[in-house]
Each structure stands twice: as C-alpha cells, then as structure tokens.
T-cell receptor
Framework: GQSLEQPSEVTAVEGAIVQINCTYQ??????LSWYQQHDGGAPTFLSY??LDGLEETGRFSSFLSRSDSYGYLLLQELQMKDSASYFC???????????WGAGTKLIIKP | DGGITQSPKYLFRKEGQNVTLSCEQN?????MYWYRQDPGQGLRLIYY???????QKGDIAEGYSVSREKKESFPLTVTSAQKNPTAFYLC??????????????FGEGSRLTVL
C-alpha cells in the first residue's frame, strides 16, 4: 500500500527557517505536492515536484528525492501568518488520485 | 471570481437522518472530488467524478452517495448508513489535463456534527 509520514507538529520562531519533512512508501507516483491549511479553512496548493530537486516559489521551496523516498517543504523568513497545517500528497500513477499525509502543524512563536 | 462554493458551512444532524452537502464550482473544471477530514488525519477520498453523469468510489465511499447531473455541481449525501459521519467535508476540483500537476482547488468546507 501507500503511506506518507510527516511530523505531527513543528515549532519555529518568527523570521527563522523551518523544514517540514515527508517520507513515503509507494509503488509509483507522478509527483509530490504541498498544501497549506489554516484552522477551519480550505487547503491551498503551495507547490509540486514532478522531478527530483528543488522548486522555489517566493519564501517557500520544496524538494523531492525519489531515490531516498523523501521530500520536504522549506519555509523561509517565517511570518505569524504561516502558522497553519501543512500536508504533503502524492499523485498516484495508477489513477491520478492524491494520497495525503496526516499533516504537520506549524507553530510560530514571536 | 471563480471558485468553489460549499454549503452549508455548519450542519447538525440527528442520528438516522440523511443530509446533503452542496458543492458548486464555476471554474469549468471537469473533475470534482469529495474528501473527508478528521482531526490529526490526512484527507480521505469519498467519491470523485471526471465527467457528467459518471462518478467513482474513493477509499471510504460506504454510507455516502453522490450525483453529477451538471458539470458545475457535485452534491454529497451523507446517509444514515454512515457510522461515524461527524467530520469536516471538503469539495475540490481540477482540470483533467492538469491531473499530473498535483493541484486541486478546494471549497471552504462543510462541518457536519451528528447529535
């Protein structure tokens, strides 16, 4: 079967850099996505890695290594508004559906 | 502005009652999805539809039903057969020619509580 593992909670300081890891076990996938969800709100798409390597979008970067079955989301210059849950998700090559991690709650302290 | 509208935002139901959650999109997306989210868990797929008048079961379809009579609408009915329906329900959509980009567009969700 397929599964993704993320830390349940990460704490960081405003202005700092934080990395949220995602490890997975799966037979085949197209790519790894990252989503942000504020409490009670809708998940919003942040980034997608179809190939190995780093993708940068402003303060956020995402990385994928298929050989290590591992990816991460890097958030720089943390702001209080970045306090949210972050989910990694794989797009499966069997049916294009997304398999989701359980999410990482990011707590930012002033 | 284009987007996905879910209603109601909050819904209370007595045990044994069916309830229907509305999902409407004006993004002209072919594919629509219903997910269930429970605390501390990832999203789990209930049903999805890639074309009008056709839909497929997801991982946790038991106790739920859907219809897709119009491209822009994909309502979800939570039936009395669903053993633990209290959850946050999310509707999503995407373009079929972008299914390998991992990007879904979500509504604001409907929170169902069974009393």
């Amino acid at each position: 079967g397929q599964s993704l593992e993320q830390p349940s909670e990460v704490t960081a300081v405003e202005g700092a850099i934080v990395q949220i890891n995602c490890t997975y076990q799966t037979s085949g996938f197209y790519g790894l996505s990252w989503y942000q969800q504020h409490d009670g709100g809708a998940p919003t798409f942040l980034s997608y890695n179809g190939l190995d390597g780093l993708e940068e979008t402003g303060r956020f970067s995402s990385f994928l290594s298929r050989s290590d079955s591992y990816g991460y989301l890097l958030l720089q210059e943390l702001q209080m508004k970045d306090s949210a849950s972050y989910f990694c998700a794989l797009t499966m090559d069997s049916n294009y559906q997304l398999i989701w991690g359980a999410g990482t709650k990011l707590i930012i302290k002033p | 502005d284009g987007g996905i509208t879910q209603s109601p935002k909050y819904l209370f139901r007595k045990e044994g009652q069916n309830v229907t959650l509305s999902c409407e999109q004006n993004l002209n997306h072919d594919a629509m999805y219903w997910y269930r989210q429970d605390p501390g868990q990832g999203l789990r797929l209930i049903y999805y539809s890639q074309i009008v008048n056709d839909f497929q079961k997801g991982d946790i379809a038991e106790g739920y039903s859907v219809s897709r009579e119009k491209k822009e609408s994909f309502p979800l009915t939570v039936t009395s057969a669903q053993k633990n329906p209290t959850a946050f329900y999310l509707c999503a959509s995407r373009e079929l020619d972008r299914v390998n980009t991992g990007e879904l567009f979500f509504g604001e969700g409907s929170r169902l509580t069974v009393l």
